[in-house]
């Protein structure tokens, strides 16, 4: 099994500069990302399709967030995917709770490689042994992918120096909440566990979480 | 505009136009400014909630998340208000709302909390690429938790719960047109 470390998404030191330079005004960077246009504002997905060349024009601190999110991405879509595949996902609200979700992660895919282009990293290789094929197990794992999610979004977003691709964070970041609240509800758990506030999760805290599922081996 | 004081509406003509969003830089004015209008939507939230337990004869899960969510709001309150402090600010008082018969009801009740709800996520969203860091920390500590709260009241009403790939975001002028035509505020 391998850990995917933060060295592994953090090629030349980017996202550890990246985070230093949080401390200056790093959105001085944010004018060099051009060909912004009037992109309508719709929703997250549009303002990421509709740049052209936003994948050229974006930094390497941007680059390593993206490919970040990207990985969580794959992760989530391929689990709701097998889930529904092995019978995980049951029937049902739950069912029905996975083939949403499963589209809307698939869509996150889709808009982060385009912008990603060259840059985007290669889907690693899952396991998620029997929490794709029992009920209870996927309920479980599905809340803590979600719950992860929506914290690792809140915890990169403040590092993301393109304001366009930070709204696009954020659009994302609050649909892993619904889907929190809403799996959570179907597992009668709390959908607003965290209080009034939630708080973020670094990068290196969600890489550990995640290697600790043991579902990336490669 | 709303007509709180102190909210530098004249600002907000910065936060209209979409191309605002890669030319905008970041300032204490604007994070203000953004702040003052985030006040109001707590203001408006927290007064909501307070509204129905009283009139809305809930009880059950309706009743719980009347309950939990006006803890929520109540702290929403008071961060944004010590976040508007911490820059020099002056927090606005609350503005006067009228639910009607909005916090009547069970179902209008859940309705209208599915409404404001998505309407204070879909602010939020799109007043976070235009504030500061530290700001945007705070907002997005925030966002989540009424995303939550709005999946939830959509689950109760038996909608679904994640009704968008990516969701989306209002400027700050069509949110007060929105906030506006709901006509809570007097």
Sequence with gaps: MTDLTIEELDVDGAIREGAEAVQKDSRAGFMATAAVGAAGLVGGGALLAALPGVASAASANDVAILNFALTLEYLERDFYNEAVRYGGAGKGAQRHFALVARGHENAHVQALKKVLGRKAIKQPKFNFRQNTHNETDFRKTAITLEDTGVKAYKGQAPLIQSTQILAAALAIHSVEADHAAWIRRIDHQDPTYTGAFELPLTRSQVLTAVANTGFIVG | ?186
């Design chain 2, 1 to 186: 505009m709303l007509a709180a004081g102190g909210a530098g509406a004249a600002g907000l003509t910065l936060l209209t136009d979409a191309s605002a969003f890669a030319a905008t830089k970041p300032s204490v004015k604007t994070d203000l400014t953004i702040l003052q209008y985030a006040l109001t939507l707590e203001y408006l939230g927290a007064t909501f909630y307070s509204d129905a337990l009283k009139y809305a004869k809930l009880s059950g899960e309706a009743k719980e998340v009347a309950t939990r969510f006006h803890e929520h709001e109540l702290a929403h309150v008071a961060f944004v208000q010590k976040t508007i402090r911490s820059l020099g600010g002056k927090p606005h008082a609350s503005e006067q709302f009228s639910f009607g018969a909005a916090t009547k009801s069970r179902q209008a009740f859940l309705e209208t909390s599915a409404t404001i709800e998505e309407m204070c996520v879909e602010t939020l969203n799109g007043a976070g690429p235009l504030v500061s860091k530290p700001v945007l920390i705070g907002a997005s500590e925030l966002v989540s938790v009424e995303a939550r709260q709005a999946s939830w009241v959509r689950g109760i009403l038996g909608r679904t719960p994640a009704p968008f790939k990516f969701n989306p975001f209002l400027t700050a002028a069509q949110s007060q047109k929105r906030l506006k035509a709901t006509g809570f505020v007097k």
